[in-house]
């Protein structure tokens, strides 16, 4: 059988084609065909009848943009300073950041994460990038890096780069509540973050996090002298339930330092809680952001993915308010995908003088005006980022 094999001769590497053959016994690889240097090879394809270059294009401006948004925001170094010190390549901080583009921009899982990535311009955005090192194992080992302690620090670090590069005031607090379901079975005893309750998307069997008085109120046990149902006796908190009645449930307590304003104003920007409700609904978006699926079965990985998707909805909503501020009055997802339709072309065409080296370009294809002003608006014009 035929194979490609790799020789060093006078500092230099060179590739031939060998085949395997037992000789006394031994196998031994036979040279059929030398090939010369990489480069001489490469010269040879592209001069073949087929043409004289080879293009070959990729997903470019919603990562792009993103990337720039994370740049400026110093994603990687924040989160690398409370990672732990891990001298890895791509760092913790990297790895995190590449998690969140993909959360934004077409969510997949940890395995088939890199065969996405070689679809889109990452590579060339991050210079030294090996998509192939970048597995599922690889990627449950860099989460392993961010202790649940160390969250609240990172997150109160992006916060205020992000209310200090973003100019965002802070005259207006909304918070409101959801939760997600997850895969973690009954019997797994390594997570108490997750339990069961009411499931917003109907997976009622299913154990959720961010659920919030379901344990004040109800407890059940396991008794095995009984039979049927009766085994699983349960015991109903009234007292807990009397608390949620007269003190939660159905109580809309409005606090504000802003004595200026009318009961109307008031009014007006207690209900922008629905832009929360809308990320709640953009979170659960298969398209762009979806938190789902989620398969890790410990507090500790549920926490960094939930810190992955909010870092890739911290990108997103970076870009929009930039792109608002620009004129653009779509949504986010219509945002993101506009940016999708800037590829990326890489051509590849032989040596202008014999024994030189194939030439390498990069080239933006026609883009659409509407996402090129974009893009121009939103990305510098600096590398790594492929701008012609």
């Known amino acids: 059988m035929a194979s490609l094999q790799k ?19 031994k196998p031994r690889a036979l040279p059929i065909l030398p090939l010369s240097t990489a480069d001489a090879l490469l010269n040879r394809l592209l ?45 913790v901080g990297t790895t995190l950041l590449l998690a969140a583009i993909n959360r934004a921009v077409r969510p997949c899982s940890k395995g088939g994460w890199a065969a996405w990535a070689g679809t889109t311009s990452l590579s060339p955005l991050f210079p030294g990038l090996r998509l192939e090192r970048l597995t599922s194992p690889y990627f449950w080992e ?26 965002i005031e802070l005259d207006t607090l909304c918070y409101d509540t959801t939760n997600f379901f997850t895969y973690i079975a009954s019997t797994n005893e390594r997570s108490t973050l997750t339990q069961r309750g009411h499931s917003k998307q109907k997976r009622h069997a299913l154990r959720l996090f961010s659920g919030q008085y379901l344990k004040q109120v109800l407890s059940i046990r396991y008794d095995l002298e009984r039979q049927g149902a009766e085994r699983l006796p349960y015991h109903l908190d009234q007292d807990a339930i009397r608390h949620l009645e ?32 809308g990320a709640f609904r953009q979170l659960k978006d298969d398209d762009h952001l979806a938190v789902r699926p989620q398969y890790h079965w410990t507090d500790q990985k549920v926490h960094v993915h939930t810190f992955i998707y909010l870092l890739g909805l911290l990108l997103a909503r970076g870009l929009e308010y930039e792109a608002r501020r620009q004129g653009y009055a779509q949504g986010l997802s219509a945002l993101l995908e506009l940016l999708a339709t800037l590829r990326l072309a890489r051509v590849l065409s032989p040596a202008p003088t014999p024994g030189g080296r194939p030439r390498c370009t990069w080239q933006m294809e026609q883009p659409d005006p509407q996402a090129w002003l974009l893009f121009c608006q939103l990305v510098p014009a600096q590398p790594p980022f492929v701008y012609t």
Do not use: C
Request: hydrophobic share 40%; charged share 30%; aromatic share 6%.
């Open 246 to 277: 007269n003190e939660v449930f159905d109580k809309r307590l409005l606090i504000t330092d802003r004595h200026d304003w009318s009961d109307e104003d008031i009014l007006r920007a207690y209900r922008g809680q629905s832009h929360v409700e």
């Open 47 to 91: 001069a073949s009848p087929a043409g004289s270059f080879t293009v070959q294009s990729f997903q470019h401006g919603d990562v792009a943009a993103l990337k720039a948004v994370a740049d400026r925001l110093e994603v990687v170094t924040t989160i690398d300073r409370h990672a732990g010190g891990r001298a890895r390549s791509p760092s």
């Open 7 to 25: 020789v060093r001769a006078q500092g230099r590497t060179y590739w031939r084609i060998v085949e395997s053959r037992r000789i006394k016994g």
């Open 142 to 167: 860099q989460m392993d890096g961010i202790e649940i302690a160390t969250l609240p620090a990172i997150e109160a670090a992006l916060t205020r780069t992000v209310v200090t590069e973003l100019g």
